[in-house]
């Protein structure tokens, strides 16, 4: 029987060893497998290898997982509880560097222990998207505050203009594209793209009519 350190990083820029080392220091659980992974816990995407840990767990096979914080495993609070209870109904415990009270609910008897559990991750998965969401919050107001709009800038006039000017005297989109160049903000030079020059010969129709 081999137990489980499982790390998670959504981002490039995180550094998985700190999050090992901080699990490894708490283990008093004999050999484990470490289980690294990149991706996100709170997006609903595949993530293979939370499969494969469940896997491991309803077989038996595993009877401690230890992560750095519980959001490791899901921010949706929700998820979080079904797994919580998904490991209860397979007798694996779940400890956590970040939050230690666990092990004092681990100790208590039935059924304290389960309803102490379902307080507190009812709890810890609130601040879990909470934080999620004022993060998300405070994005979009900075991008406000920047007076810069989402998406791509949109073409000038004159690159417009030239765009109408070609269409009216026959040239194809593909001849309009090679032809109609435009500068970006870093002053380099591009050709408008086909979709562009669709998209403002749609739009000038439309107008027209």
């Known amino acids: 029987m081999v137990n489980k350190i499982l790390i998670r990083t959504s981002t490039e820029d995180q550094n998985p060893e700190n999050q090992l080392r901080d699990c490894l220091a708490i283990n008093t659980y004999g050999e484990v497998d470490v289980i ?35 959001d490791r495993l899901f921010r949706n609070r929700n998820k979080l509880m079904a797994f919580f209870k998904y490991c209860k109904y397979y007798n694996c415990q779940i400890h956590s560097f970040r939050q230690r009270w666990l092990e004092e609910l681990n100790k208590m008897p039935s059924p304290f222990d389960e309803i102490m559990h379902n307080l507190m991750l009812q709890f810890i998965g609130w601040m879990a998207e909470e934080e999620s969401r004022l993060k998300s919050d405070r994005v979009k107001i900075a991008h406000k505050n920047s007076n810069k709009k989402w998406g791509r800038k949109p073409l000038n006039k004159i690159v417009e203009k030239k765009v109408l000017d070609l ?13 109609v160049v435009y500068w970006d903000k870093s002053r380099n030079k591009h050709n408008i793209s086909k979709s562009a020059v669709h998209k403002i010969i749609k739009l000038n129709k439309r107008t027209v009519s």
């Open 167 to 179: 269409h009216r005297q026959g040239k194809s989109i593909r001849e309009i594209s090679s032809s």
């Open 36 to 70: 690294k992974e990149q991706t996100s816990a709170w997006k609903d995407i595949l993530r293979p290898k939370m499969i494969k840990l469940k896997e491991d767990i309803s077989s038996g096979n595993v009877r401690h997982l230890i992560v750095w914080d519980l």
